[in-house]
């Protein structure tokens, strides 16, 4: 039997103007890439780094349901590279929720964290879901998430519309 683990998970919406955001200045060039039809094992690297700490499952599927879920109409993933490499990257859903565009996943890699990027990749999400012609960007958090994601979406000037309480698998070692 998996063990379960439970968290908070916490809805959220931003509705209006964000505080702006600067490129963090970094001894690295900064490139951000939309990439269209993802390849399977780079999408899961980015979500297993970001996401294994954290005991993210939902994209744990096989090949056929992960390529239907990441290559469905109006779902794009965005890399943000340093001199190259993966640094961060975050998912949006638009199209599936009239008026409203979702950061699905976000999230620094763990070695370029403490940097300074997370704030920079949030604003470049917010952009890009509100370049899909909405207003309303939604995503969700969880307790389980790394404890800087609530502080820094609160900043960025979301707000708590609704919390519930899941168990959730945990990711053993």
Same mark, same amino acid.
């Given at each position: 039997m998996r063990h379960l683990v439970s968290a908070a998970v916490s809805q959220m919406e931003l509705?209006?103007?964000t505080p702006p955001?600067?490129?963090?200045?970094? &001894? %690295?060039?900064?490139?951000?890439?939309?990439?269209?039809?993802?390849?399977?094992d780079l999408y899961r690297s980015l979500y297993d780094a970001v996401g294994r700490p954290h005991h993210w499952t939902s994209r744990r599927l096989p090949d056929d349901l992960l390529? &239907? %879920?990441?290559?469905?109409?109006?779902?794009?993933?965005?890399?943000?590279?340093?001199?190259g490499e993966p640094a961060g990257w975050f998912e949006l859903e638009a199209g599936r929720r009239p008026g409203r565009t979702r950061i699905v996943h976000f999230g620094i890699m763990p070695r370029f964290r403490g940097r300074g990027l997370a704030p920079y990749l949030l604003g470049e999400a917010i952009a890009a879901a509100r370049a899909t012609g909405v207003e309303l960007v939604t995503l969700e958090t969880n307790s389980l998430d790394h404890p800087?994601?609530?502080?820094l979406y609160e900043k960025a000037g979301f707000v708590c519309v609704d919390k519930r309480f899941v168990a959730t698998p945990?990711?053993?070692?």
């Open positions: 509705r209006g103007p955001t600067r490129k963090p200045q970094t &001894a %690295e060039t900064l490139t951000l890439r939309s990439i269209p039809e993802i390849p399977l390529r &239907a %879920e990441i290559h469905a109409p109006g779902m794009s993933v965005h890399v943000l590279e340093a001199d800087a994601a609530l502080p945990a990711i053993e070692s």
